[in-house]
């Protein structure tokens, strides 16, 4: 335990709260410990005093009233994956959520109840059993429950709409313990609160997502040299906005992998790229398809038709856990020439894992209004990040100064805010940013529900009428 907290704690009240568990309290000088800190951003080094590996609801209830009753920072951990480490705290109580990983597909419903701590690889494993899919990344290993809780950008986007506009339900456990459903019939303030309000109103210990007939997919990278992205970018700016909902393509500079399935002479060279997911009937993939060949001349066109969790996974290798990674984000309106020539003096990124990406929001997005949810750039046509990333530590200033550097030269052709899962910790304005006029009502929510701030390690709403 750390000096701060033991000043505070005696060991008998740990031990309390220790055997009132069934699953693992992991301290420091615990074996677990090192392993048990670490989040999926090497960069974020934290220490906290104590770790609760839940194994079920009553678990998380201890570890909530213990964290309130000893006024411990308290930070909650689905996948770990968060860039700005919001899973994990110092001297505080973390709620490691990881042993939580149940998934009970409802095949005749099409929904699927999902614990708080599950990955999106184990889902997609779960429903695609059924043929059924419900979107979320474009990396099977980020939690279910930051990435839910934020939004949900991915694949699925502009055919089925965000993670949050899926989902159906959740059980939480609240600031002062008590154990509530939210829904669009109960505690509705709340299930508004949940959808893109990250985890600020409690701990998620189980979600309820509807599900979508979507099984095989006709998926993967169509590549260009470098110098032809002007072209493509002009050219994808206004096909993707019209493009049928089925089709999704996020666009990306990038450098490519040195390995299958890409072609040697491609090996390690900085390109464009969209990399598609089409969900349509697969007899007329080649159809939708055929436009896109006629932009410039694609070094490559790597899609073909695969399980949707093939693609899901299809970059997990490139970003093991474990890498440096720093990342800004934003909300693009329009892509005009000007950010396009912008973008072009940064599009060779320093590193291997280093990309920019433009995620996709139109579609089915677009038809849920800007105050449906907290999530208010609705309008918006893509998420952008900058994502600086690679192995070493050595690059840390490289990748951190590239992802700055670029961003501040593109934010002046952007929305203002940005999308909360793609931020490091920004500061209060930029959270504002992002919820805009949604963040007041957000405000009330907490305060009603969480009027102390005890779940405030995350991109944090003040609770109105309070600066804690
Ligand atoms: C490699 C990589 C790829 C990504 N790709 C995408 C993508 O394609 N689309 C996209 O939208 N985002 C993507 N993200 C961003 C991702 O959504 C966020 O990083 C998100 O915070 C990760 O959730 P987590 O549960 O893994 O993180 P954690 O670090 O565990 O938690 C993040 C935050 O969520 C809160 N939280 C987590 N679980 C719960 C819960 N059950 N109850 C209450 N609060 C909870 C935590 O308190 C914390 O504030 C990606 C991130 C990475 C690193």
């Given at each position: 335990?750390?000096?701060?907290?033991?000043?505070?704690?005696?060991?008998?009240?740990?031990?309390?709260?220790?055997?009132?568990?069934?699953?693992?309290?992991?301290?420091?000088?615990?074996?677990?410990?090192?392993?048990?800190?670490?989040?999926?951003?090497?960069?974020?080094?934290?220490?906290?005093?104590?770790?609760?590996?839940?194994?079920?609801?009553?678990?998380?209830?201890?570890?909530?009233?213990?964290?309130?009753?000893?006024?411990?920072?308290?930070?909650i951990?689905?996948?770990?994956?968060?860039?700005?480490?919001?899973?994990?705290?110092?001297?505080?109580?973390?709620?490691?959520?990881?042993?939580?990983?149940?998934?009970?597909?409802?095949?005749?419903?099409?929904?699927?109840?999902?614990?708080g701590?599950?990955?999106?690889?184990?889902?997609?494993?779960?429903?695609?059993?059924?043929?059924?899919?419900?979107?979320?990344?474009?990396?099977?290993?980020?939690?279910?429950g930051g990435l839910t809780l934020g939004g949900g950008?991915?694949?699925?986007?502009?055919?089925?709409?965000l993670t949050i506009d899926?989902l159906l339900s959740v059980d939480m456990v609240l600031a002062d313990?008590q154990f509530v459903t939210a829904s669009a019939e109960e505690n509705d303030d709340l299930f508004w609160a949940v959808r893109g309000g990250g985890g600020n109103f409690g701990v998620v210990t189980?979600f309820l997502?509807?599900?979508?007939?979507?099984?095989?997919?006709?998926?993967?990278?169509?590549?260009?040299?470098?110098?032809?992205?002007?072209?493509?970018?002009?050219?994808?700016?206004?096909?993707?906005?019209?493009?049928?909902?089925?089709?999704?393509?996020?666009?990306?500079?990038?450098?490519?992998?040195?390995?299958?399935?890409?072609?040697?002479?491609?090996?390690?060279?900085?390109?464009?790229?969209?990399?598609?997911?089409?969900?349509?009937?697969?007899?007329?993939?080649?159809?939708?398809?055929?436009?896109?060949?006629?932009?410039?001349?694609?070094?490559?066109?790597?899609?073909?038709?695969?399980?949707?969790?093939?693609?899901?996974?299809?970059?997990?290798?490139?970003?093991?856990?474990?890498?440096?990674?720093?990342?800004?984000?934003?909300?693009?309106?329009?892509?005009?020439?000007?950010?396009?020539?912008?973008?072009?003096?940064?599009?060779?990124?320093?590193?291997?894992?280093?990309?920019?990406?433009?995620?996709?929001?139109?579609?089915?997005?677009?038809?849920v209004g800007p105050n449906d949810t907290p999530w208010s750039y609705r309008?918006?046509?893509?998420?952008?990040?900058?994502?600086?990333?690679?192995?070493?530590?050595?690059?840390?200033?490289?990748?951190?100064?590239?992802?700055?550097?670029?961003?501040?030269?593109?934010?002046?052709?952007?929305?203002?805010?940005?999308y909360v899962n793609?931020?490091?910790?920004?500061?209060?304005?930029?959270v504002k940013?992002s919820y805009r006029d949604n963040y007041e009502r957000l405000a009330r929510i907490k305060a009603r529900y969480d009027p102390n701030n005890l779940f405030h390690?995350n991109q944090n709403i003040k609770p109105q009428g309070s600066?804690?």
């Amino acid at each position: 335990m750390s000096d701060t907290t033991t000043a505070v704690l005696e060991e008998s009240v740990v031990e309390g709260l220790r055997a009132g568990l069934r699953g693992e309290l992991i301290e420091p000088g615990n074996e677990a410990y090192d392993e048990a800190r670490k989040v999926y951003n090497a960069m974020i080094d934290k220490r906290p005093a104590l770790i609760v590996r839940c194994a079920d609801v009553a678990d998380v209830i201890a570890a909530v009233n213990f964290a309130r009753e000893n006024d411990l920072p308290l930070a909650i951990r689905g996948g770990g994956h968060n860039g700005a480490g919001l899973g994990i705290c110092d001297d505080g109580l973390v709620i490691d959520l990881s042993s939580m990983k149940g998934i009970r597909v409802d095949p005749v419903d099409r929904t699927v109840r999902v614990e708080g701590g599950a990955t999106w690889g184990a889902v997609d494993h779960a429903t695609h059993a059924f043929g059924l899919a419900t979107p979320s990344g474009i990396i099977s290993t980020t939690g279910v429950g930051g990435l839910t809780l934020g939004g949900g950008l991915g694949h699925l986007t502009r055919k089925c709409g965000l993670t949050i506009d899926n989902l159906l339900s959740v059980d939480m456990v609240l600031a002062d313990g008590q154990f509530v459903t939210a829904s669009a019939e109960e505690n509705d303030d709340l299930f508004w609160a949940v959808r893109g309000g990250g985890g600020n109103f409690g701990v998620v210990t189980s979600f309820l997502f509807k599900l979508h007939p979507i099984s095989t997919i006709v998926g993967g990278p169509t590549l260009w040299e470098l110098e032809q992205a002007p072209e493509v970018m002009r050219w994808y700016r206004d096909f993707i906005v019209d493009a049928p909902e089925y089709l999704n393509g996020f666009f990306a500079f990038l450098t490519v992998p040195p390995g299958p399935p890409f072609p040697e002479e491609l090996h390690l060279k900085k390109m464009c790229g969209i990399v598609w997911c089409y969900t349509g009937p697969e007899e007329e993939a080649d159809e939708v398809f055929a436009p896109v060949l006629k932009v410039g001349t694609p070094a490559l066109h790597g899609v073909h038709s695969m399980p949707y969790p093939a693609l899901q996974s299809a970059f997990d290798a490139l970003y093991p856990p474990g890498m440096q990674w720093y990342w800004k984000a934003d909300f693009i309106t329009e892509l005009s020439d000007e950010a396009i020539e912008q973008h072009m003096k940064y599009a060779e990124a320093p590193t291997l894992q280093s990309a920019m990406h433009l995620y996709p929001i139109n579609g089915a997005a677009h038809r849920v209004g800007p105050n449906d949810t907290p999530w208010s750039y609705r309008e918006a046509t893509w998420g952008m990040v900058m994502a600086g990333v690679d192995p070493d530590p050595a690059n840390k200033e490289v990748i951190t100064g590239w992802a700055r550097d670029y961003w501040e030269a593109l934010h002046q052709h952007s929305a203002g805010g940005a999308y909360v899962n793609m931020m490091m910790e920004e500061g209060q304005e930029r959270v504002k940013a992002s919820y805009r006029d949604n963040y007041e009502r957000l405000a009330r929510i907490k305060a009603r529900y969480d009027p102390n701030n005890l779940f405030h390690i995350n991109q944090n709403i003040k609770p109105q009428g309070s600066e804690r």
